[in-house]
Structures are given as C-alpha cells and as structure tokens.
C-alpha cells in the first residue's frame, strides 16, 4: 500500500499542470454552461408539464455528466498513461522495479477516478441548482454515484486500450467511445450488455427521477437491464475489474522496444 500510495501522490502531484487544471475546469464548467443554455434558450418548461421536465432534465443531465464529463476527463489520464512513460524514457525502469508496473498502473487508475470524479461532482451540483427543478437532492445523489462509476469504468477501459495502442491511444480511446460504447450499447442485442453505457443506462433509469411514460417506452426495454440496481453496480465493478487486470495483463507481457519508445 505504500508503493499505491507513493504512486498516486507522485501521479497527481505531476498532473497538476496549467493544462491539464483548465481542462478540469472546462469538464466541470461544460454540464453548467449546457444546463443554463438550455434553460434560457429552450421553450420545453412551458410545453410540457413537471413529470416530463423532470425527464427531459433527467435525460439532458445525465448524458453531460456521466457521459461527456467524465468520459472526456478521464481519457487525458487514463489514455496516455503507458505512453507518457514511453515517452520519458522512464519504462525500462519501472519495468525492472519489483511489481513496479502493477502499481504504477494502479496509481494512475486511482488519480484516473479521482481527477473525472471531481469534475463531474462539482458540475453536477452546480447543474442540479441551475435546473431549477425538485427532487434536486435525488438528483444530485444519483448523478453523483453515476458519475464515480462511470469514471471507475471508462478509466479502466480507457487504461487497457492504452496498454494495447500506446501510440495511439487517445485515437483508439475515441473510437472505441464511438463505436462500441454508443453504437454496440444502443444495439437491442446481447453484445450491448458488455458495455458500460448499457449498465450506467439501467441504473439512470433506476435512480433518476423519470416520468413513468417516458419508462413505459419500448426503447427502454431493449437497451437496459432487467433485475436490481445492486446487481448492476456488480456487473459494473466486476467489468471494470476484469478491464484493469487485462491492462496489467498486457503491459507486462507486451515487449515495448526502445523504437516504440522513440515512435510514441
């Protein structure tokens, strides 16, 4: 626990940059901006009553904090994490460091989750009070806890594509965003229920307050789980788990030579 913990220090200390620190702040500023264009540029409060508001703010919520927020602010720290180390030269050396890999992966996971968690959280109370609408501690709790596995999740998807395309990582990160977790998860077949929208999208329906029509939807049927919201916080973990241990996986049995180090 004390390499865990030295890692995680030294991986947030060197993340503390000019850079990286706007980008937190832009991440944690983007659901809010969103949430009051919204609110001043939309006419929907007027047209619809408060069940369907409560929806459609649900709906809009979700998909900025949870998906965008998170999704954009983890893929900074968790994609590059084996290439930065490529590209400093400095794998070689933690290479031959007794389970030196394992930690430093790990670290990097942890300020992964913390560095989207943060930006996420601090959006979605500043978002919940600018929407205007009750229910808002139900709101802020279920964005919340949406919020911390969705970071857990994509940063340790994030971490194993990274493992696998250190070259690209950020690129293939994107791709697999694109085309496996919005294109495969909204699929109505069974390879949906491998992704981690399709979890996130159960629990969304689970926890936020929803107008039952809008729940009583065929889509909704096709593209969320059945049984309870414990049990798909434990397909979430366990996905995550499985996702990390693969990272680990690669990166110690996959050979990066001093020219992939010079090509990263």
């Not at 994490?81 to 790990?106: C, D, K, M, V």
């Not at 950020?170 to 992704?195: D, H, K, Q, W």
Request: aromatic share 12%.
């Amino acid at each position: 626990m004390n390499s865990l913990r030295a890692v995680f220090v030294y991986e947030w200390k060197r993340s503390l940059t000019v850079g990286r620190i706007a980008w937190w702040f832009a991440m944690a500023a983007f659901p809010v901006l969103m949430t009051i264009l919204i609110r001043t540029l939309g006419d929907f409060e007027n047209q619809n009553d408060i069940a369907a508001q409560k929806s459609i703010w649900s709906v809009t919520l979700y998909a900025l904090i949870p998906g965008v927020c998170v999704a954009l602010s983890v893929l900074l720290t968790a994609a590059p994490a084996i290439a930065s180390e490529l590209e400093q030269r400095s794998w070689a050396y933690l290479a031959t460091r007794p389970n030196g890999i394992f930690w430093l992966l790990l670290g990097k996971f942890l300020v992964s989750v913390t560095w989207g968690t943060t930006a996420a959280w601090l959006g979605t109370v500043c978002s919940v009070g600018v929407c205007g609408m009750d229910e808002q501690l139900r709101m802020l709790v279920s964005l919340s806890a949406l919020s911390l596995l969705s970071a857990i999740a994509y940063s340790a998807v994030y971490l194993l594509v990274g493992a696998v395309f250190p070259k690209r990582a950020m690129v293939f990160c994107m791709m697999y965003t694109v085309l496996v977790e919005l294109v495969f998860g909204s699929i109505p077949a069974v390879i949906n229920r491998i992704t981690v929208q399709f979890r996130l999208r159960t629990l969304f329906v689970n926890w936020m307050p929803l107008d039952e029509r809008m729940k009583s939807e065929s889509v909704f049927q096709y593209v969320m789980a059945e049984g309870s919201s414990l049990m798909q916080c434990f397909w979430l973990i366990a996905l995550s788990s499985l996702f990390l241990v693969a990272a680990i996986v690669v990166a110690h049995r996959k050979e990066f030579t001093s020219a992939t180090e010079g090509d990263v």
